[in-house]
């Protein structure tokens, strides 16, 4: 059975990617971890959790040890909107974190590394709407930049040591469970939240911004589908585009009316304007779907059925 460690596995992705892990594998084989002990409380719950900073070498390999770890899920990153305000920041958990995990996967001859990028891996220059696989890298956001490294890193060590690296460009994410931390895509899941809340939002970004986006279920699917993959099946390694669905501010606030007709939405851009403004509309996830498969199941409507509903109950039980 794989030993696999989730390294920021109390975030957003982390904390519901460590449940669906558990389930697969069983929970005496999934260790979370997370810098933050209070976070990582309901993983502890039903399952290994050590407390863990990755910038920390020596205290990551001390667990990698002691639990004969194979596999590491790496989900630890300072997303867009921090990363600018901390660039510095940024760079050191995106970076030095990353290169930590390659270097010990490596000296303990692991069997397999999962690194996400993103679409913050684009930058203006890049076509915008759907992006192909092979395209201009040449991001504005420090978070973008550590992205392409991340992915040139990857596929280093898959043809210079043999180790094998995966990575998918993760759209924006939209869930209901952990909010998003500091990312310039966390209005589409904070306008769900005041949507039930006080039935209004004041966006930070333009109703004409397009950005590609994704829902929980589809992301776990498109994790888990490409962390399963036969490595023989793969031509790239650690960039893989996945899309899903591509909406406006405008047309996400009209799918919400169609569910509360009174939500209201205006509009007040800042500087995370001019991140969202470098990514692309749309993404070519061919390569993604000929490799390993890869097909989402959720559309804009069916995903604000299921955000509103879940978050409606979080609502009534008095959590939000
Ligand atoms: N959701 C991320 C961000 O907005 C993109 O990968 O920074």
């Known amino acids: 059975m794989k030993k696999i460690l989730v390294i920021g596995s109390a975030g957003q992705i982390g904390s519901e990617l460590v449940l669906e892990l558990r389930?697969?594998?069983?929970?005496?084989?999934?260790?979370?971890?997370?810098?933050?002990?209070?976070?990582?409380?309901?993983?502890?719950?039903?399952?290994?959790?050590?407390?863990?900073?990755?910038?920390?070498?020596?205290?990551?390999?001390?667990?990698?040890?002691?639990?004969?770890?194979?596999?590491i899920i790496n989900m630890a990153a300072i997303l867009s909107a921090v990363g600018e305000k901390k660039p510095m920041l940024a760079w050191d958990v995106n970076m030095n974190g990353l290169i930590n995990v390659l270097e010990i996967a490596r000296e303990m001859e692991m069997k397999q590394v999962l690194i996400p990028s993103s679409i913050a891996a684009f930058g203006p220059e890049t076509p915008a709407d759907f992006t192909p696989q092979e395209t201009i890298l040449r991001p504005t956001t420090m978070y973008g930049v550590t992205k392409v490294a991340g992915e040139l890193l990857g596929d280093y060590y898959v043809r210079r040591f043999g180790l094998d690296v995966r990575g998918l460009r993760y759209p924006g994410i939209i869930s209901n469970e952990t909010l998003p931390g500091g990312g310039t895509t966390d209005y589409a899941v904070e306008i769900y939240y005041e949507?039930?809340?006080?039935?209004?939002?004041?966006?930070?970004?333009?109703?004409?911004?397009?950005?590609?986006?994704?829902?929980?279920?589809?992301?776990?699917?498109?994790?888990?589908?490409?962390?399963?993959?036969?490595?023989?099946?793969?031509?790239?390694?650690?960039?893989?585009?996945?899309?899903?669905?591509?909406?406006?501010?405008?047309?996400?606030?009209?799918?919400?009316?169609?569910?509360?007709?009174?939500?209201?939405?205006?509009?007040?851009?800042?500087?995370?304007?001019d991140i969202a403004d470098t990514w692309p509309n749309s993404v070519d996830d061919s390569c993604a779907r000929m490799e390993w498969g890869w097909e989402p199941s959720f559309d804009l409507d069916a995903m604000t059925k299921d955000m509103l509903e879940a978050i409606q109950k979080k609502y009534d039980k008095g959590l939000i």
Request: glycine fraction near 4%; hydrophobic fraction near 35%; aromatic fraction near 10%.
């Open 23 to 71: 389930k697969r594998y069983g929970a005496e084989n999934v260790v979370a971890t997370d810098l933050c002990p209070n976070a990582g409380k309901k993983l502890a719950e039903n399952g290994l959790f050590e407390v863990l900073n990755v910038c920390n070498r020596e205290d990551l390999k001390a667990i990698c040890e002691k639990y004969e770890i194979d596999h």
């Open 195 to 273: 949507a039930i809340k006080n039935k209004k939002y004041t966006c930070f970004v333009k109703e004409d911004t397009q950005l590609p986006m994704m829902y929980m279920p589809d992301c776990l699917k498109a994790t888990l589908d490409l962390f399963e993959a036969d490595f023989d099946n793969l031509k790239h390694h650690s960039d893989f585009n996945v899309g899903s669905m591509s909406f406006t501010v405008k047309e996400l606030a009209d799918s919400i009316k169609k569910y509360i007709p009174e939500f209201e939405i205006d509009y007040a851009p800042d500087y995370r304007q």
